[in-house]
């Protein structure tokens, strides 16, 4: 009792501060807002066929993101060459084995390394994976003491054992909860994790990551209409991909996009950016990801902006306090990943990611889905909190705060076997 008294202290409080910063959870506060429809082209002519769709509707709208949102993912910037650090047949998954490579990008002299790890069900000749990154290092997502510890920067953190920008053992095992590697090996998937940081450290300088690789004369960061991290981190996605292609065991074929919140709106752009990807994961992806940004509900695009300056590209700055001008919003951003499946799952408790957007970023997308014959969300209200909606786009809300749990990976696991499974 006296637990609930003190969290609704606690959220008078934090809502309160929210409100005198302009954010609004309130459905009534909400301004009258029109989507742009992704099946009508600027001059009113409709969409009418996938053909159209593909060749110049989709193009239009993917332009939009790339230039005024994520930024242009630099052409020619791929690894080319994998190391391979460590495998082994023994790991605490009886049935998994793992393997950890470096991918390793070059110019010159200098050398950024980031590390993959690669859990794969013993007895599967080519398994479907699960790719996504995490925030605290490789070593945080399993108590496997044989996990490489990720020397690249990190945000202090003394409860998860990073101090002075740098991970420890202390770290080991910290974020397992939000990975059911066990259930993804049970169910004869893989599970490959990258560390984000080893990217593209996430904080507002792009002198590190993958950043000095990319530019030379005197440019030293982005341009206005070139990536932010959110793009980089997508691109490590991809040369993750291209680096399971090789891995003989994978079914490259079969590679699930998963991330959660700021990794959410990575997974989406990896989906969008990358048509290999057979499937996308959006976990509580939120304003960025699968929200509606012009319900201006929750986290909004000013204050993302300003929080996380370095997250998408200078071209989208101009939008802050302004979403009604925005000429696209984030249900186009699914509907480009038309006809993959694509899942979308919100937290009740996480209102700064807005549950209800994130479900109307699906709903809205699916007529697109509807051109391919395939359906989407097809009500206009969100199902009941723990009622999962599987179509070709799946939907859940599940009880509780902003994270990943057991709960939300059972749901991957049956929709990725639904739409994968031969
Ligand atoms: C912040 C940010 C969100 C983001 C989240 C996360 O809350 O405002 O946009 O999704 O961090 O990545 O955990």
Not at 80 to 88: A, D, F, P, T, V
Not at 101 to 115: F, P, T
């Amino acid at each position: 009792m006296k637990k609930t008294k003190l969290l609704i202290i606690l959220l008078i409080f934090v809502t309160g501060l929210n409100a005198q910063d302009g954010i609004n959870y309130d459905e009534n506060l909400m301004p009258a807002y029109t989507l742009p429809d992704p099946l009508v082209f600027p001059g009113g002519k409709k969409v009418k066929t996938v053909r159209q769709w593909e060749t110049k509707r989709k193009p239009q709208i993917f332009r939009m993101f790339e230039e005024q949102m994520f930024g242009k993912i630099p052409e020619g910037l791929d690894i080319k060459e994998y190391r391979l650090l460590e495998e082994s047949d023994v790991t605490p998954y009886p049935n998994g084995r793992r393997k950890q490579v470096a991918l390793v990008l070059k110019k010159g002299e200098k050398e950024l390394l980031i590390q993959l790890l690669l859990y794969l069900p013993k007895g599967v000749a080519k398994a479907p994976v699960f790719l996504g990154y995490n925030f605290k290092g490789n070593h945080s997502v399993t108590p496997d003491k044989a996990v490489i510890i990720s020397s690249s920067w990190a945000r202090d953190d003394a409860a998860s054992g990073i101090t002075g920008n740098r991970f420890s053992e202390k770290s080991r095992g910290t974020e397992a909860s939000r990975w059911s590697i066990q259930r993804m090996l049970d169910a004869g998937y893989g599970v490959a994790v990258m560390y984000y940081g080893d990217v593209d450290p996430d904080r507002d300088d792009f002198s590190d990551g993958v950043h000095p690789f990319c530019y030379s004369g005197d440019q030293k960061k982005p341009l206005p209409g070139e990536w932010g991290a959110i793009a980089a981190w997508s691109w490590g996605l991809s040369q993750a991909l291209n680096y399971l292609e090789t891995e003989p065991a994978v079914d490259a074929g079969k590679v699930i996009v998963f991330g959660h919140s700021r990794l959410g709106k990575t997974a989406l752009w990896a989906g969008v950016t990358d048509p290999r990807f057979a499937l996308v994961i959006s976990n509580n992806s939120g304003c960025g990801g699968a929200a509606l940004s012009k319900r201006i509900f929750g986290e909004t695009v000013k204050r993302i902006n300003t929080s996380f300056p370095h997250w998408f590209c200078d071209n989208f700055k101009p939008y802050n306090d302004r979403e009604q001008d925005l000429p696209f919003d984030q249900h186009e951003l699914i509907a480009l990943i038309a006809p993959r499946p694509v899942y979308i799952a919100s937290a009740l408790e996480d209102q700064w990611a807005d549950p209800k957007g994130e479900y109307l970023g699906g709903y809205y997308a699916s007529p697109v889905y509807h051109l391919y014959g395939k359906k989407g969300l097809e009500s206009a209200e969100q199902p009941p909190v723990g009622v999962p909606v599987m179509n070709q786009i799946g939907y859940h809300i599940r009880p509780g705060k902003h994270d990943v749990t057991d709960f939300d990976w059972e749901q991957y696991i049956r929709f990725a076997d639904m739409h994968l499974q031969d």
